[in-house]
């Protein structure tokens, strides 16, 4: 484990992966001869996203030969305490549409901690990013960075919330408390996917939740979202990526939001 020494070699290598992914997604964005695939869960893959995955993986085996490696394209390799987590392309529905909001994730998770986020997104010129301990950024480049500090908003009825799509609610049996929480706020948004979590993280946006995510969708929005002041959690509350879904708050709005969404549990987080 490397927690004395940080993580800034492993943030680096991070920001150097995304750079070049990021060339080679933009060149596949909009062209005229995407290859788009159906998967058997039925949702779409592109080339872009297989490609961007094995140059990632390819990098990984050359500068971080030891550690293991998890992305949504290729699966799990190798095992150890370290352990990258990488959503080639998240967003892959707006990516094949031309809808410019879609990102790579990448992250490294130490000891089952989240510890490294990078979250790209060429197409909207973004990028955000953490590492454990040293603050959540935003900006072009490591150079041009801002740091990131989530809203102080304290009352539901002026918070902002975003989330993807309706349907696991319903799957979930939990669409009637999601309904009753969007009828709480001042507002609902569906910025989806990356999006909704790192507006958590800028302060635009102060209430995020999903009811089905894998690990490679979360892992890389954890310490953004935390490291920027807030709280990532799964929906009953237990500290994230955990459970397959996640709620993601300024913190301060966490427990009333859980509150919302259990309303028969007495004894949350
Ligand atoms: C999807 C996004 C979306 C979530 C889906 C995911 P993909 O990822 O994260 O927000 O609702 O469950 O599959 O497939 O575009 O990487
Ligand atoms: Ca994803
Ligand atoms: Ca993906
Ligand atoms: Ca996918």
Redesign the pocket.
Known sequence: MSFLQGYNDDLRLAHIMADSVDDQTMSRFKALDLRVETKPDL?PVTDA?KSAEEAIRGQLSRARPRDAVLG?EFGSTGSGTRRWVI?P???????VRGVPV?ATLISLIDDGRPVVGVVSAPALGKRWWAAEGTGAYTGKSLAAAQRLRVSNVSRLADASLSY??LS?WRERGALAEFVNLTDRVWRTRAY???WSYCLVAEGAVDIAC?P???L??MAALVPIVTEAGGRFTSLDGKDGPHGGNALATNGTLHSEVLRTLNPDVDDLL
């Open positions: 949702t996203d949504e959503d392309i998240d967003g892959t529905k707006n990516f879609w993807s799509s696991g989806g996917d990356f999903e089905e995510l894998n490679y969708d």
